[in-house]
């Protein structure tokens, strides 16, 4: 009985020990957020109007447009993109010098304005004049810059998705930290108890004298940290929580085999989706020509490049690359983005013309990407997820009438993409 007891205590002790680190790690974790969320917050409507900076929200909207338009491919407020992060702009310099600045960015710099030469040799890039804006929308721009909301996504990156996750996860944490701190307070109460308990019955234990000699042993027993650690408790414990932490990891690593979202190799000619795609709006399909017929998207040959590059650009050192790839008769050696094993079988045609699904389903915002990125995750869960949500697009589709009537005598439930056979093996597999 004791025994048990005091079996009780050690694991209690255990406990509380596990759940202490639990709480110190869960509190740096915490720290961390809320440091992100003032940080957010500084950017954002916490601060004061800076230096004569309107508050005003019409003005703050238009700040957003202009930055939007002018600013946004290279800066965000709370982040490096291609110029420096904007966060607190106004404390670093001055309101007339930043207008300066923004108007003029080459000549500051060549002026030898030491804060704007240290800028330059920090970026080696100069910003593009903007002469263009007046100073009135300067300082919008800047009042957004300080005045705006900047907790949601600045920029089509996923760094800044998660960025916008901040004060939910602090609020997440926060509701944690509570259940974690109460649990503490509650085992620290049961521990009191319990040996307050042990040690009342070990002393009217140690008044009896009919004990014999095993009990006599157990009741004079002491706490000894030596004992404590070589016990089977403990020791079993601790080899759980290891075996639990490398399966974990290894499970992990497995799993991350071959994935490869994210992935934005450099390639030989700077191709720009942004650009061609998004700012001159040229059609995917008169690039990607075999999208809606093929099980494959083809990549452009340069001959497509040419349409337009015999005569605009003629002499940028990118489209020397292309004529010779002409000249030469050898393709451009672009480098593959998206790449889904041998053992998958994937149809463009059979999901973008009979699926009637957009690319941005699987591709992401393609006509803001500078450089283009795999963005979905391509493992076979995102396929069947998928095919477990999507209607089939049957409407004016003859081919599924005969199925539609079938399946609306079994279902009141629309057609998925899971009851035309989309979740067998064979449909993916070779
Ligand atoms: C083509 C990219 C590009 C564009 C567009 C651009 N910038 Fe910049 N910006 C930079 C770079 C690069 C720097 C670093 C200084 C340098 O090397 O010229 C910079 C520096 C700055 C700085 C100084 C930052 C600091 O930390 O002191 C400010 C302010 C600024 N930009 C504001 C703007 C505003 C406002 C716009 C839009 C009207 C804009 N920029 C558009 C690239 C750009
Ligand atoms: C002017 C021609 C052109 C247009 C228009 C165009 N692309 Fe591309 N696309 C290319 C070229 C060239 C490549 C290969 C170079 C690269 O990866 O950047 C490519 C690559 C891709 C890739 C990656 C292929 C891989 O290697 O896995 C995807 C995805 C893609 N494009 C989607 C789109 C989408 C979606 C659109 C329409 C919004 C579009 N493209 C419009 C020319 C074009
Ligand atoms: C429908 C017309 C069109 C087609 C097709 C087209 N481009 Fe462009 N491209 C443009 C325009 C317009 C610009 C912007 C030129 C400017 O900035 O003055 C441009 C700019 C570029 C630039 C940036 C300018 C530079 O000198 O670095 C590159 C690189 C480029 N194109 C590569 C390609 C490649 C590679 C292809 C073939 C896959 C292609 N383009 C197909 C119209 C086209
Ligand atoms: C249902 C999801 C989905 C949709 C919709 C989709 N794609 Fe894809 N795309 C993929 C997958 C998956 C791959 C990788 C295929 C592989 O490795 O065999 C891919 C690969 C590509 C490639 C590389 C060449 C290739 O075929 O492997 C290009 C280019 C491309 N897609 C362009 C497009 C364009 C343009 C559209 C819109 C007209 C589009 N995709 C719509 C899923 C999709
Ligand atoms: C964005 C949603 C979406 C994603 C992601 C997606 N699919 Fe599909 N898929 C569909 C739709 C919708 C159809 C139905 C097209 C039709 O009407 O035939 C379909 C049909 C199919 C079919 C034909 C099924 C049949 O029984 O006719 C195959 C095979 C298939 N998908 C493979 C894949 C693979 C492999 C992937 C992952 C690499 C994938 N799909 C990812 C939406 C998706
Ligand atoms: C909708 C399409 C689809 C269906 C249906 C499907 N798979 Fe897959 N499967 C895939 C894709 C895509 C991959 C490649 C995933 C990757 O590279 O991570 C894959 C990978 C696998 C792998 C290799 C392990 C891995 O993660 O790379 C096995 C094994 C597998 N599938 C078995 C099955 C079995 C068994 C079924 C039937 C119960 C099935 N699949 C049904 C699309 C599908």
Redesign the pocket.
């Known amino acids: 009985m004791l025994k048990n007891r005091l079996l009780l205590v050690f694991f209690g002790l255990l406990w509380c020990g596990l759940v202490c680190t639990n709480v110190t790690l869960a509190q740096d974790a915490a720290k961390d957020t809320t440091k992100q969320t003032q940080a957010t917050d500084q950017g954002g409507g916490g601060t004061p109007a800076a230096g004569g900076l309107s508050a005003d929200a019409a003005v703050v909207d238009q700040g957003k447009a202009?930055?939007d338009g002018?600013?946004k491919?290279?800066?965000a407020i709370n982040e490096q993109v291609?110029?420096?992060a904007?966060k607190g702009?106004t404390e670093?310099?001055t309101l007339p010098w930043?207008v300066n600045?923004?108007k003029y960015?080459q000549k500051t710099?060549e002026s030898g304005d030491p804060?704007a030469k240290a800028?330059?040799d920090?970026?080696?890039?100069?910003?593009?004049n903007?002469d263009f804006?007046k100073d009135e929308e300067?300082n919008a721009?800047l009042s957004y810059v300080v005045n705006g909301k900047h907790d949601v996504a600045q920029t089509t990156t996923t760094a800044t998705t998660e960025g916008g996750g901040g004060e939910a996860k602090s609020q997440n944490s926060g509701i944690l930290m509570g259940v974690i701190a109460g649990l503490v307070i509650l085992l620290v109460l049961v521990l009191a108890v319990l040996t307050l308990l042990a040690s009342v019955l070990s002393r009217y234990l140690a008044k009896e004298k009919q004990l014999d000699e095993i009990d006599q042993e157990l009741v004079s027993q002491q706490f000894s940290l030596g004992k404590f650690v070589r016990s089977q408790a403990f020791l079993g414990t601790v080899t759980f929580i290891f075996v639990a932490l490398v399966a974990k990891s290894v499970t992990d690593g497995a799993l991350a085999i071959g994935v490869q979202q994210g992935y934005a190799p450099e390639q030989p000619i700077p191709f720009s989706h942004k650009l061609h795609a998004g700012a001159y709006e040229i059609d995917c399909k008169y690039c990607h020509t075999t999208v809606e017929k093929s099980k494959q998207a083809s990549i452009p040959s340069a001959n497509i490049c040419m349409n337009c590059h015999n005569s605009i650009k003629t002499t940028s050192p990118n489209m020397q690359k292309i004529y010779a790839a002409i000249e030469n008769d050898e393709p451009i050696q672009w480098v593959r983005v998206h790449n889904l094993p041998d053992l998958a079988y994937f149809n463009h045609a059979q999901h973008v013309k009979v699926g009637g699904l957009d690319c941005t389903n699987c591709h992401g915002d393609v006509k803001n990407m500078e450089v283009i990125q795999q963005q979905s995750i391509l493992t076979m869960g995102w396929c069947i997820d998928c095919h477990r949500k999507t209607d089939v697009n049957a409407k004016g589709n003859a081919y599924y009438d005969k199925l539609l009537e079938l399946h609306g005598t079994s279902s009141k439930k629309p057609l998925k993409v899971e009851d035309i056979g989309g979740l067998e093996c064979g449909k993916c597999h070779y």
């Not at 920090?122 to 593009?128: A, G």
């Open positions: 202009l930055f002018n600013c491919q290279c800066h291609v110029g420096p904007l702009i670093r310099r930043l600045f923004i960015p710099i804060y800028l330059y920090k970026y080696k890039q100069f910003m593009p903007h804006l300067v721009i």
